[in-house]
């Protein structure tokens, strides 16, 4: 059975440990990445010269002229922002989403908005908003010259407004239960240059024009209320939000340099488990005692729906402490016997404390290349032709409703295939060269005798070796990763148009599902060869193949002495994450609550999106203490199969506690 699993490793000839490297690995894949640069960059450059970026981030109207721009039969340089029509999107440009007030209505159902015009019923239509916004009370472009165009006036009233009354006006052929050319004039948010009706003049037009299935027609819902609300909480907090950000970076640099300390660790880490535990539970006592006093308001400030979420939230937190103390309390001695090797990982990075800031490098490179990548994104998807479709679902026969949109040819569907591969390439070769960086400066710590010698330089020498010798293996890795997360895209499409065409088959949904599953699985153990690779070639200086056979062997002929440990160790540096998040959070919920309580819709908006990047900037935080207890714990089978005795390198605490606990 051990010859299944491979010879014991040996020890190179005068091995002490990472030395300076002479010796390139995995070359061709180095030159490989750099050529996918390179035609990237082609494909760019293109892209640039080609498109336009305003096509993409501007809407574009029923005449197929693109908001904000001069792009189409009519310059709509004034005129930024999309008064949406129908139910397939299409709309007029406007100089400004009209803003109605509550004082005003939110709306009127006598004033249409139509493909050309503003129709004013006469004798009904609300003065006091065109007192207020002027006549006509939205600004739209002068669409006369338009072959589309399409008008309300008092020759063509029965088809815009029969009989003075706004519920036949629906069904008649200008709105045509919406999917005409016209629509009532409502109060609108500005989301992303698209006018979207408010929550308060969806229920002003649904109640005036006597007709709840009006609910259906006009173009916000319940999901596009809460977007809109929370766009613009997120808007108002967005100082705030940055503001999180560094609290969430402030509590990790301190929580990392806590865990140096070896005195303090089992103190922070049953500290952490606790308190993880007990603020989760407090936002659950918080979230359903608020709930309660706001459904004794009177009058009631917030609505049913918001208060009722309210009070689940805080019944979901009750549930997720609870599993979470379940989970302490069964796993209690193996978190103790991981506490040993996340000390030896603390003292490795107390020797190297500059370890922690590379991960902030790796933001900032994978910053660097997003922004790029964006760019030449954007300017490929402006190069789409653009189309008239027409919608033949309609209440009224011989009226159809056409809009435009973006089909691409071939070339730019290959192109845009190929940008992803890149993104996905570029993203795990970058997250690829950290992980040799902290392996082999960890490796450099364990395989040395006097650990006096490690500090700051060792950083700095292990990230000029893995970028001079290295990139290579990088490279090989992050390929095989970023090849098996194309096709789970290719297949997610795929099984989306397939799904499609078969109107919601629930076989083909199993299926999708069932690949999808796979491949995931896949992408796993190809990650889990791959750290293990990154070490081995830190360690020795091997090619990818051999690095990642060695490592896979090395593991697997060790793994009942440290699968466990390794495991709760991930559970240990997961409750971290977790603390990390949840402090960062409740702090967020206090400051937001005392200073934008009154602006805002809701403060959990702003505090939910807070929490997701302090998750994101703890994990790039744990990161190395993640890929440092992994390191040491394969640095310590590969000593123990390669010396014996007094020649091993690991120190008699850490050989002790391994051989009792492992």
Known sequence: MAKDLGDKLEAPSGFDGPGNDKKFTDIVMALAFLAMVAAMTAIGVYAINEGDYRLILYPMDYDGNVCGTNYGRIDMSDYPSLYILNFVGSGVCVKECPSISEELGYGDVYTLVTYGNVYQVEGQFNQAIVDALGNPPI??????????????????????????????????????????????????????????????????LVNEAGLE???????????????????????????????????????????????????????????????????????????????DDFEDDDPQVYSDDQITGMRYFGYAMYVVAGLIALVVICLRKSIMLSIGIVKESARCVHAMPTILMFPVVQSVALIVF?????????????????????????GVEGVDVQYRTFEYDEATQQYAWFLLFCLYWTFYFIEAVGSMVVARAVASWYFVRDKSTIGTTTVLHSMRQVITYHLGTCAFGSLIIA????????????????????????????????????????????????????????????????????????????????????????????????????????????????????????????????????????????????????????????????????????????????????
Request: net charge negative; hydrophobic share 45%; charged share 15%.
């Open 483 to 662: 090849i098996v997360s194309l096709i789970r895209a290719i297949l997610a499409y795929i099984q989306k148009q397939v799904e499609e065409k078969s109107d919601d088959n629930k076989f083909v949904k199993a299926v999708g599902c069932m690949l999808q599953c796979c491949f995931w699985c896949l992408e796993q153990c190809i990650r889990f060869i791959n750290k293990h690779a990154y070490i081995q070639t830190a360690i020795f200086s091997t090619s990818f193949c051999v690095s990642a056979r060695n490592g896979f062997f090395l593991v697997a002929r060790n793994a009942g002495r440290i699968g466990a440990v390794s495991a709760v160790s991930e559970v240990v540096i997961i409750f971290g994450k977790i603390f990390i998040t949840a402090t960062t959070g409740l702090i967020s919920y206090y400051l937001i609550e005392a200073n934008l309580g009154d602006d805002l819709d809701s403060v959990l908006v702003p505090v939910v999106f807070i929490m997701i990047m302090a998750y994101f900037v703890a994990s790039l935080f744990f990161s190395i203490f993640s890929m440092a207890v992994d390191t040491i714990l394969e640095c310590f089978v590969a000593d123990e199969e390669m010396f014996d005795g007094d020649d091993c390198y690991a120190e008699n605490d850490l050989k002790e506690w391994i051989d009792n606990n492992g």
């Open 213 to 291: 299935s009006l609910t259906d027609i006009v173009p916000s819902d319940d999901a596009t209320d809460f977007i809109s609300s929370a766009y613009s909480d997120l808007y108002v907090a967005q100082a705030w939000l940055f503001y999180g950000i560094l609290f969430a970076i402030v509590i990790s640099l301190g929580y990392a340099y806590i865990l140096r300390i070896p005195g303090m660790l089992f103190t922070v880490v049953w500290g952490s488990l606790i308190g993880t535990i007990a603020v989760i539970a407090y936002f659950g006592y918080t979230s359903t005692s608020f709930a």
């Open 139 to 204: 600004e739209m472009a002068d669409y006369s010259s338009s072959p589309e165009v399409r008008t309300c006036t008092e020759d063509n009233k029965n088809d815009c407004y029969p009989n003075d009354n706004p519920a036949a006006a629906v069904i008649a052929s200008a709105i045509n239960s919406g999917y005409g050319y016209a629509f009532f004039l409502g109060d609108t948010t500005n989301y992303l240059h698209r006018c979207i009706m408010s929550s308060g003049a969806t229920d002003y």
């Open 370 to 394: 997003l922004v790029v990548w964006l760019i030449y994104a954007v300017y490929l998807a402006s190069l789409g032709d653009i189309m008239v479709k027409t919608v033949d679902d309609s």
